[in-house]
């Protein structure tokens, strides 16, 4: 199943892929699974990370907590051999860079996409200047990329400016050059 994810910044420097941030808002727990595999084929491809560390956004970190989605989600993806799980991430660890690909339905990615830039527009607001805060520009990043489909799309906010446009150009390049497709087409075969 499709999927749409973006980059967080993390306090380590560099961003997490956060996966999916709108297109799916129920998602079953096989699906969550896919995004895990979907999400560290683009962290390896694109980010350049070799093994990267794959999480499920939950109420806790332990495997029994959440709802019965999450629950069996993670049953899942502990199951998995294909990635680097390391079991759930509580909201509070969104940023921290514990974790390279954060995965979580739509309906949550969606509410952490929009609250990282009603964050960054408050900040911007109240003169606050940082390296990590500019990262949550959407402007920065440019645009999310569709995952699972049969061509590299970049999707971006109706109001982007130039400098968002270019970034998402940027986006689509390194997604293109690092032959994202053809790299998730063969990890689902």
């Known amino acids: 199943r499709p999927t749409i994810a973006t980059m967080i910044p993390n306090c380590k420097g560099g961003f997490t892929l956060l996966l999916d941030v709108g297109l799916n808002v129920d998602c079953k727990p096989d699906v969550l699974a896919q995004y895990g595999s979907i999400g560290a084929v683009f962290a390896r491809s694109v980010m350049g990370i070799k093994n990267p560390r794959v999480a499920l956004l939950n109420i806790g970190e332990e495997r029994e907590k959440g709802n019965l989605a999450s629950r069996a989600a993670n049953e899942l993806m502990s199951d998995d051999s294909e990635y680097n799980f390391i079991g759930n991430v509580e909201g509070n660890q969104i940023y921290t860079g514990d974790a390279d690909v954060i995965v979580c339905d739509g309906f949550v990615g969606n509410v952490v996409l929009k609250q990282t830039e009603g964050l960054f ?64 087409k063969e990890s689902f075969c």
């Open 121 to 184: 527009n408050v900040c911007n607001q109240l003169g606050i200047s940082h390296p990590f805060i500019e990262k949550m520009n959407y402007e920065t990043v440019g645009g999310t990329p569709v995952l699972g489909i049969n061509s590299t799309v970049v999707i971006g906010h109706g109001c982007s400016s130039p400098l968002a446009i270019k970034n998402m150009i940027l986006q689509t390049e390194r997604c293109l050059k690092a032959s994202l497709v053809e790299k998730l």
